[in-house]
Each structure stands twice: as structure tokens, then as C-alpha cells.
């Protein structure tokens, strides 16, 4: 089944208009006509069954029961990565689980900010791997922050992955509080950065003997956490 | 350090020859040069110091401890993928820690064969991938099979990705014995291909409760039965 992600849907039978390049997708790639049925995930994470009417609307038609999301919220702190990297992290750890992607520039970024069109770029991105992944919410990117400006949350387990550190084995325990993970830029963090994250409540830990690609450790990392 | 794969190594002071592309890639890519330190990974998984020496050798120096190959041995039989995916998922079970790949063809199957480009490029991409995220050992490439030629090897646990199937969760116990992991292409298994599957050993299980796309889902499972 088809699923869409909009903003506004409204009680059964509401009709809610479509944006152009959804409706493009629909009826064009996907070749969905008027009365087809597809499936809509409303911003709180709702996902309610609809059917395609003529001019670029979808009607309301009820609610789909059982649809849920990552069992914990997992904040990513993924440094910037050259070329299309961070992309390539935001669809993967969406459908790894990832609920929330804070940006950070650190000592060794080679990319030290990010555009709006990059932004609204990895947001569309975020969405379409939820819908791929039937996931009923869509993570949210945040604007960049430095590494001085990171604070393990109250409440949350705080880790930073270093390759060096202990496993993370014993942490991987069934557990449904937050979760936030830092990692850093291709090149590592040094060492006054990690000594730093350390005093600001993220621990050190390693995801095993194997070192993953920045592209993968964010997705692989909540695979482990959220299983 | 930079890691580069030798199918032979010999003992210390041996110097070896080093193929064209691979020299291109450490003098002219990674600009080293005669008297840099490399790692060189035999084709048994032993890894060793070396020096880069003019010719295009490299001098051996000594054996690096401590490196180890992925704990448990699996097999991935993957469905072959459209365009470029089956490469996606060599690259990334690779890094995850897949041991072995066989492509199959499936009812659904788009793709139905696999020319001899296409299987030396997914072995050069096992191979980098392997250098990449410091394996001590490149997962093989079988010939493609049939799922009527598929069979669980006796000792392996073996099982059949299946979204409607049961957890997971009560398997993913540390354990070193070998697995066999079976994916289907983008459209699933048919039902007589599962039950096929089934009657040859092959348990119906889920990752939970996510729709995980073909290119990362048997990377997230070597990542989930390789903790």
C-alpha cells in the first residue's frame, strides 16, 4: 500500500488537498487513479486509510489501527559528512529507527554548514524513507549545532561511539526511555572533543570489533539499540 | 591505516607484487609513497605490516594481532534487485558482517541472471569494502541459485526473512555456530516459494515490527545476529 505523509487530515469523510509532486507520484509514477486506495500518515504519526479523488484530493475514509512507532526516541548528533553522505545517513537510520537528526560541525568537518535546500532536501528524504518503511512518523532534522553546544538530555542514555571504547554489549537491553548518540566526522572526533562529550554526559562505547562507515553507524547503531 | 588485500603474503622481508589498480590507489589516490606503512590482509585473513617499496611492491614486516573475522559465519542468499541494489547490499552486509553471498532468482524476480561483469564487480566491491571496515577476511560470492536449490546446512540455523513472521527477538542470542539468512526480492516470496522454503529448514522470521528495504535488510540482520 501506498502511503503519504500530510500535514493536515481531519475526521472520516474530510476532504484534504494533495501537494503537486505527491499528486505527480501518485498518478503518474505510481499510476494510482481517482478511487484507488492508499494510505495517509498524519504529523502526530495517525495513519488512516484514504482513497484518491479528482482534483488533486484525498478523502478520509477511517483510521488504521497497529501501526507503531520506534519503540524508543533516539536523537542522532551525526557530524557533517562530505558529498552526499549525511543524506545517505538520514535514509537509512530512518528506517533503522532514527526519531530525530541534529546536524553537528566538529574539529575535523570538512563541511562546516548546512544550506536551507540541503535541509529541506534531507526533510524530504526523512519523509519518503518513512513511507518506504511504514514507519508512522517522520524524524525531524534540526538545525546544526557545535560540539560545545551538546548536552546529554536528563532522562536519556547518552552514548558517543569511539571504536577505541568499551562495547556496547551490555547496553543493549531491551529499554524504552530516550536514547541520544553522537557520532563524529569521518576523520574522528580528537581527543579535547571527546573528553569534552564525556563531561557533558555521553559515554564512550564502541559498536563491536568491526569499524563502521559514518554513512552506516548511525543506522546500524539503532538497529542494535531498538531491538 | 590503510588496508589492501594480497592473495599472497609470505614471511617477514618477502616483498610482493602489487596489481596496477591497487598502486594507483595507494600512490596516486592515498598519495603514499616507497617507505610508508600499509597493512596487507591474506587471503586466509591473517593481516601484516608492510612497506610500500619502488616496482610496485610491497615489503612484508609482520603479522598485525588482534584482528578478528565476524563471530559468527553467515550465509545471505539475496534475491537479485534491480539496477544497482545487489551491489548496495554486497557493500553493506559486507561491512555488517555477511561471510558468503548467494544470489538467487525468485518468482518475483525482475532481474534473472548474473553476468560474469556483474559478479567480478560485486566481488571488487566485498573486497573494498572489506579493506574499508578493517576485515580480516572477504566475504566469497557464489554462483546464483534457484530457491528450489536451497536447502539449510545441517548445524546452521537458518531462517527466511518474512515481515508477517514471528519476532526475531528470542534468537538474536549470542552463539557462534554458522547462520543462513534467506532475502526475498522487492515484491517478497510467493507463498508456495515460503512454503518451499520452510519444507527445506529455512523458519519464517521477522525483524520486527519495520518494512526494511531489500538494499539494507541483510545488513541489519548481520548486525542484529552478530552482537
Redesign the interface.
Known sequence: MIRLSLDVVGACGTRVPVGASDWHYLTQVMRRESGDRIEVLAEDGEVFEAVLVDGQHVEIRGKVANV?K?RRHITLYQALLKGDHFSEVVE?AT???ISRFVPIVTERSIVRDVSPNKAARWRAIAKEASE????PDVPGIEEMKRVSDLRAAAGSDAFVLDPRANDA?PW?VPADHPLDIVIGPEGGFTPAELDLLSARGFLPLSL??????AE?AG??AA??F??
Open positions: 507503531r520506534p537509512r528506517e533503522a529507527g518506504q518503511c511504514q514507519r554489549r543493549l563491536g570489533e568491526r569499524v563502521y562507515r552506516n543506522a546500524f538497529v542494535l531498538l531491538q
